[in-house]
């Protein structure tokens, strides 16, 4: 319940507030999440593909997804690109950060994430009425959504807190090994059920993105913030359809033959 108060729209249902531990441990979920919004947006597509055309169907997705999470992993997004471009130093980069204003950068950041994500989103309903290779939809949009939360886990555990005090400072109270290991363990087979050697692939490829994004901004920040981990989701989700789109067309993603729905 924890981790889908924390990264959707759903209120917590606790009758209280969630103590810094449940919040750090609460990653453990964060793939399941990453499902759950995937079958939202199956849903959504099955429908409105009866009434819309593909580039509405893939308007509709986008702001889904932007709604699911009340915009907090765009927003993330921005103030990274208004930090890391418009600062030359930690200090004046944080500062920058914790200013609620969208500046160019922001913007230019965003807006571009958008598109490459409507694009993306186009192209895979795009392929899905391409005759002979017609593809089935619902393996990558149930994929992208699960490993673009498992980023955020990957960097919540590889890198420190930038600030003592803020929205990330609970993931950093207290040990969470376990929830990573479970996290990584429910991301792998998910992938590899869902998307076969090609979804395996993608995990591997997303968890080494993560990675290597968060490597470069905990070094410019001192470590990483709230704002970070959902400009690494913002990233992710856009990754993880490029390749899907890259990889339908040969083939290349096909769920395990137990999976028939």
Known sequence: MVALSFLTVLPAT???M?????????RAYYPAVGLLFGLLLIGL?????????????????LVALIAGTRGLHLDGLMDVCDGLFGGY????RLEIMRDPRVGAFGFAGGAALLLLKYGALV???SLSQVGSRS???????????????????????AFPDARRQGLASPFHQGSAKWATSAAAAAAAVA???LGGTGGAAIFVGVSALAWLVGRAMAGMLGGLTGDTYGATNEMAEAAVL?????????GWIKPLPLLSF
């Not at 969630?18 to 609460?26: D, L």
């Not at 490029?242 to 040969?250: E, I, Y």
């Open 14 to 16: 606790l009758n209280r």
């Open 18 to 26: 969630p103590t810094p531990r449940e919040i750090s441990n609460s």
């Open 45 to 61: 597509e099955r429908g409105c593909r009866e009434v819309f055309p593909i580039y509405l169907t893939a308007a509709v997705l």
């Open 89 to 92: 130093t930690r200090e004046r």
């Open 123 to 125: 192209s895979l309903l």
């Open 135 to 157: 593809v089935d939809l619902k393996w990558p949009l149930l994929l992208f959504p699960m490993l673009s939360r498992w980023s955020m886990v990957v960097v919540l555990g």
């Open 191 to 193: 992938s590899v059920l």
């Open 242 to 250: 490029l390749a899907a789109v890259a990889a339908l067309p040969h």
